[in-house]
């Protein structure tokens, strides 16, 4: 527990998914599937994928607009920049710098991408958390946007029925009124089974070293033991969240879960006695955004009304690395 803390406040948040809707049933055209196989296996029936020259830089920037104008901050309020991604459109220049650009955000502010795969919207608060808590920044653009289908293998079934393309952002700044909106966070991560889910960019060897073929460069996944991991982890690790917290499961209003399997997400559900009306679901429509699947749901959850402002909410994440981990959020009114 850290004393005297400077508390932090969710200003804004915003959202951006592509419009090129393609349906299970337009994967058939694919390859050897059907709707009812992923339906039943995943809760999904469509995902908005990029087209033409859109990317996660594209989405990440209307996300970010959209979270700063809700914040009621300018660019020149902004301190740094955070942008998580797992399927960036380029490895460098970092989203984040391309976003401080197109925005107008000051050029000397500190612009980065980490890498926490579906966990980064989580890691990238935790980030965020500290350097305000300091007094080090003041206020905090947080990107979190991927373009998926880019870097699958369009031949691979198992893994390109689940991922869609999508963009969430935040903005968190030092809380004029003594109130910290994140009540409690928590990350974690287990690489030492890294290869559950992975992109390789292994490209080649400099030929005067020794020949060795260039890798294809797909995200690849072991969907079975990546389902049994987060299975046997997530319910136990949200319940233990909210304990160490000081908090009973009926004391929070939402879960707003990683969207990456129907069936995960009934688990936590389940394990924390929630309703139908407590949880935020939208993976039917997205499938899995990685980075940004949380920020989404949460912010299109208050935009559609589902979840109600001035409430509470858990998010809880995972994804490769393994990495997890969840947050206790207030939601504010105003913040979309
Ligand atoms: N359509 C039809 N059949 C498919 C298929 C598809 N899209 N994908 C795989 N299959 C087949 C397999 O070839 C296999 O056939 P076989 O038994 O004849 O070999 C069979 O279905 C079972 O495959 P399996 O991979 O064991 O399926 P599964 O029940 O584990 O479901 C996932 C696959 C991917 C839906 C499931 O494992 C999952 O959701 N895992 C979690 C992944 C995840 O959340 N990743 C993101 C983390 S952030």
Redesign the pocket.
Known sequence: MINNIIPLKIAGVGYCIPETVVTNDD?TKL????DE??YT??GIKERRLVSGNESAVDLGYKAAERALEKSGLKVEDIDMVICASSAPPELYPAIACRIQAHMGIPNDVPAFDITA??SGLIYAMSIARGFIASGMYKSILLVATDNNSRLLNWED???????GDGAGAMVVTASDDGVDDIISIDIRANGSIGDL?KLPLAGKNCPLVEANDEQPQFIE?N??E??KF?ARTLPQYVEEMIEKAGMKAEEIDYLIP?Q??L??IQAVQERLGYSDEKVVTNIKYYG?T?AASIPLAMAESVEQGKVKLGSTAILC????GMTWGGAIVRLREGIC
């Open positions: 994967l390859y050897d599937t059907s196989w992923i296996r995943t795969a579906c079934r198992s893994a390109s029925i689940l991922f889910i996944m969907g079975k990546v389902y987060v990683h990456a399997n069936r995960i899995n990685s994440g995972f994804g490769a």
